[in-house]
């Protein structure tokens, strides 16, 4: 349990600091991002992080319910 908690923190830990590294860069730049554009940035990665893991899932039940499997004409006669 302690492991999964560090783990969790290490990630929201990672997220804000590539935020606060990506808002410095910008600023730095002269971009400056309103509320919405944050919100839009922030949707945006949590919909492809959801996106690559329902792929990764269905990816991976696939192949174990044996929808991957190759049925070669040789293999039916055994």
Known sequence: MKMTLLLVFAA???????FWVVSSMW?????????????????????SLLL???LFYLTFKSDRDGYDDFKRPEDLNE
């Not at 929201?12 to 590539?18: D, E, F, S």
């Not at 600023?27 to 949590?46: C, D, K, P, Q, T």
């Open 12 to 18: 929201i830990a990672g997220l804000g600091l590539t």
């Open 27 to 47: 600023a730095e730049l002269g971009v400056n991002l309103s509320v919405h554009g944050w919100i839009a940035y922030g949707l945006g990665v949590v919909v």
């Open 52 to 54: 690559a893991g329902g």
